[in-house]
């Protein structure tokens, strides 16, 4: 899974790689707490990337889909072995398996699943 593999990169120490898993036109829109990002171009997802914080953050997907090309994750933020939020994502997938589309919206208000009940 596409989506699971970016996100592994973005936890990571060089979130950088992530860019790895998108094509040159990749478009994407990231809902935030404080605001919306969204951009047309891996150039514009590699700025989004080198403009955030520096924190231990971890993606931890509870639950996980595949239809076709499209990927759906849901899952909960974890920052300093703290939970912060709740996201659920999707993307459409290109024939060359990187990401085309991304969308992805981040909550700290509400969860779809209880956690960490939701893992088990």
Not at 36 to 51: K, L, N, P, T
Not at 58 to 73: F, T
Not at 109 to 114: A, P, V, W
């Amino acid at each position: 899974m596409v989506l699971r593999e970016y996100m592994a990169c973005m936890d990571s120490q060089n979130p950088e790689k992530a860019l790895e898993h998108v094509e040159p036109d990749f478009r994407f829109l990231l809902a935030l707490p404080g605001g919306q990002v969204s951009g047309r171009s891996r150039e514009d997802f590699a700025r989004y990337i080198s403009g955030r914080n520096a924190v231990e953050r971890v993606h931890k997907v509870l639950r996980s889909a595949v239809d076709g090309n499209l990927e759906m994750v849901y899952g909960v933020v974890v920052e300093s072995g703290r939970p912060t939020g709740t996201f659920h994502s999707a993307a459409v997938v290109s024939a060359n398996g990187k990401m085309l589309r991304y969308q992805s919206f981040f909550t700290t208000s509400f969860e779809l699943l209880d956690w960490p009940a939701a893992e088990q």
